[in-house]
């Protein structure tokens, strides 16, 4: 059984709005550190926002004032709300969890992709011109 599955992708023009959604077991959903990566093809993965049971939440800069996470502690979803999406934003996103700290595999949201040990099947973006 998945423990993180992702929804919401979809295709929109440049400066809409999507918002992502994640479904966790409630074991993962406890981890210590959450958040959203992407991957465009060819490239490697980057954390778009990462979030820590102290409550910090770091964001790529390159998402800054764009996007937002927020969270669902009853039902064990996380939402990555996206507005004003450009063509750069392109990409598959997966919901990641980790029972380490985040501070443990980031600096801010620059994060060792490879050392988180959950992920979602990951769901589509695409931003169209």
């Known amino acids: 059984q998945a423990q993180l599955r992702e929804y919401g992708g979809g295709s929109v023009q440049a400066g809409g709005s999507l918002r992502l959604s994640c479904s966790a077991s409630?074991?993962?959903?406890?981890?210590?550190?959450k958040g959203w990566f992407r991957q465009v093809p060819g490239k490697e993965r980057e954390a778009v926002v990462v979030?820590?049971?102290?409550?910090?939440?770091n964001y790529a800069d390159f998402v800054k004032d764009r996007f937002t996470l927020s969270q669902d502690n009853d039902n064990h979803l996380l939402y990555l709300q996206m507005n004003k999406l450009e063509p750069g934003d392109t990409a598959t996103y997966y919901c990641?969890?980790?029972?380490?700290?985040?501070?443990?595999?980031?600096?801010?949201?620059?994060?060792?992709?490879?050392?988180?040990?959950?992920w979602g099947q990951g769901t589509e973006v695409t931003v169209a011109s």
């Open positions: 979030s820590d049971s102290d409550g910090t939440i």
């Open positions: 990641v969890a980790d029972p380490a700290r985040c501070d443990d595999y980031c600096e801010g949201a620059r994060c060792y992709a490879d050392a988180f040990g959950d």
């Open positions: 409630e074991r993962t959903y406890k981890m210590n550190c």
